[in-house]
């Protein structure tokens, strides 16, 4: 089964550089055909939040079931641009919601291959889940309006995260000031996630803005070197409404060169759309 | 590759519990004997934290590496107790971790099977691992004194979660308060690990400590009916010292039917030993 949704224009660069093939379904794996685009990379690398989108994309069409409600990838190798294949496995399809095992393969000159990430998704349709009571214990922290963030795209300080190259992405001025060296030493990252070209930001695109922004240990003395994730897990709690969407990224344990960082996105009605939590290497400088 | 560790004296309950009897290796893929123990269960159903030692007891069986630094389990059915088998599946395996899916099955009577949870997990050793820099952002949270904690096991205020019975988990008294139907008010819930026989906590037993207390939203004013797990990530971020773990749980967001609730662990020496969070449904009374 191959629905198609949501109906984006497909001229939108995320769906682009997300879009996947369906070319067939042996012993119930269902495979696909995709590119690893370049331009949503730091330093020649895609971002993870990229690649989690874009097996999140076939896990959608191959499940008939368009939200990722709670999404965990492993991250096994970095990611150069390039062919790939991606294969989604049912591991329990139930009424509210189907959970899948999905893995990327990076294809090579050589006709070898090398896999990616791998990626353990339960999914369900938010828009017509049944829902039940909420009690709100927080409501959304405070971020600087949209109009005084910084954009992050911004040549002059990121020649490196061409990523930000695809989005309208603006970053909290004092969380963003380790770029001209001036670290906050607050390990936290606040901004407002938005598509260069105006796409709308849904549920798959949640799982890019989880990893779209520098990491909060940035604002840390700690090397500004890599970051690489192990680990990342995303909850999607809600489809957004139209506009940017504010993101929160804290790290509170940076222990024996291990870290988390911690997410949290909510949309311009306030409502919760999605938490992050990643287990990374600390930077070594 | 079999390697045995740690040297727990096999007597201890939750060893036999979680034991797993190595069958064969085919096509790459580990296959282990198993058992879902009773007493290890709410009203019947073993507990979430439990099943995840049981597996992560195959994982690091299966790798030869003893610590799950981050593991993510998914739930699709309830599990009474009853045989088992367990599949260990390698997807990489590097210096310093290795990743790596399980599946447990509960066999039934009539020898068909059932998957309980898909499991994605990366392990080390992180008694050798390399480490790196330290920056912590806080230290342990505030938590009353293991002798001013009320025993878990209790039993004229519990007759249903038997796994308690197995522990000498300990809860703050304000915390745990809802039992006798005054709850705080507060989603928080705060208590001290350890086991009644007085095995030695583990990085494995943290697995089960990151689901054993009553969920944080027992201390709101809703139904307090099951809060069943979606999906459980656990990091573990240090092998603990010797004694009781201080347990800090926490929810934040009840929204439409679904909630998270973070947890973190630390040990008698002020080390955070694990970091905790599941996706589950709001209890509907």
């Not at 770029?179 to 996630?193: Q, V």
Request: aromatic share 8%.
């Amino acid at each position: 089964m191959a629905t198609e949704f949501p109906a984006h224009d497909v001229g939108f660069e995320f769906d682009i550089a997300t879009a996947v093939e369906p070319v067939g379904v042996v012993d119930g794996v269902h495979h696909f055909d995709t590119r690893v685009h370049p331009g949503w990379d730091i330093v020649g690398n895609a971002n993870g939040g990229y690649l989690m989108a874009l097996v999140g994309r076939a896990v959608a069409l191959a499940t008939g079931r368009p939200d990722c409600v709670t999404i965990t990838a492993h991250y096994l190798a970095p990611c150069p641009a390039g062919d790939a294949r991606i294969t989604v496995t049912p591991v329990r399809a139930g009424r509210r919601f189907a959970t899948t095992m999905a893995s990327l393969f990076l294809r090579d000159a050589s006709g070898g291959e090398k896999e990616i990430i791998r990626v353990l998704a339960t999914v369900g349709d938010l828009s017509t889940d049944p829902g039940g009571p909420s009690a709100m214990q927080r409501s959304m922290p405070e971020i600087a309006p949209f109009d005084e963030c910084l954009l992050m795209s911004d040549t002059s300080v990121n020649d490196f995260a061409h990523i930000h190259g695809r989005l309208a992405t603006r970053g909290q001025p004092e969380d963003i000031a380790f770029r001209s060296g001036d670290a906050s030493g607050r390990a936290t990252m606040r901004g407002w996630f938005a598509f260069a070209d105006d796409r709308p930001v849904d549920t798959r695109a949640l799982l890019l803005a989880s990893d779209a922004f520098p990491p909060a240990v940035f604002n840390l003395r700690l090397p500004a070197a890599w970051v690489p994730t192990v680990e990342l897990t995303v909850h999607v709690r809600a489809v957004p409404a139209p506009g940017p969407v504010a993101c929160f990224f804290d790290t509170r344990f940076v222990q024996n060169g291990l870290l988390e960082e911690d997410g949290e996105m909510w949309d311009s009605n306030g409502v919760l759309v999605a938490q992050s939590r990643q287990l990374a290497l600390a930077p070594r400088g």
